[in-house]
């Protein structure tokens, strides 16, 4: 069994920074694509961003591309979401998930572990 925790959400000014973090447990790491999604109140969850197993592919929603930067460290079984220059419409709770592939893999319907979410409201 998969275990995600995220971390590192909160609340922020327009323009502002945070990083998330998802925390990794109960299998190889480094043998998973993980992405990022997120969940505005009534709309459906969308992607955010993904990475291959080992950190050299990645790909980007174009909302956020330019803006955000997923990245992972496969010794401490952890992915990464930089968020700068945040918008209002960035306001979510923000999932990471992990599915075994060796590929990048963008779709919400590829993955088959999901963290609880961390909350990111972004004021304006």
């Known amino acids: 069994q998969v275990q995600l925790v995220e971390s590192g959400g909160g609340l922020v000014q327009a323009g502002g920074s945070l990083r998330l973090s998802c925390a990794a447990s109960?299998?190889?790491?480094?043998?998973?694509?993980m992405g990022w999604f997120r969940q505005a109140p009534g709309k459906e969850r969308e992607f955010v961003a993904a990475?291959?197993?080992?950190?050299?592919?990645?790909y980007y929603a174009v909302s956020v591309k330019g803006r955000f930067t997923i990245s992972r460290d496969n010794a401490k079984n952890t992915v990464y979401l930089q968020m700068n220059s945040l918008k209002s419409e960035d306001t979510a709770v923000y999932y990471c998930?992990?599915?075994?592939?060796?590929?990048?893999?963008?779709?919400?319907?590829?993955?088959?572990?999901w963290g609880q979410g961390t909350q990111v409201t972004v004021s304006s």
């Open positions: 109960g299998h190889t790491f480094s043998s998973y694509a």
């Open positions: 990475i291959n197993w080992s950190g050299a592919g990645t």
């Open positions: 998930a992990a599915v075994q592939a060796m590929t990048v893999v963008a779709g919400r319907g590829g993955y088959d572990y």
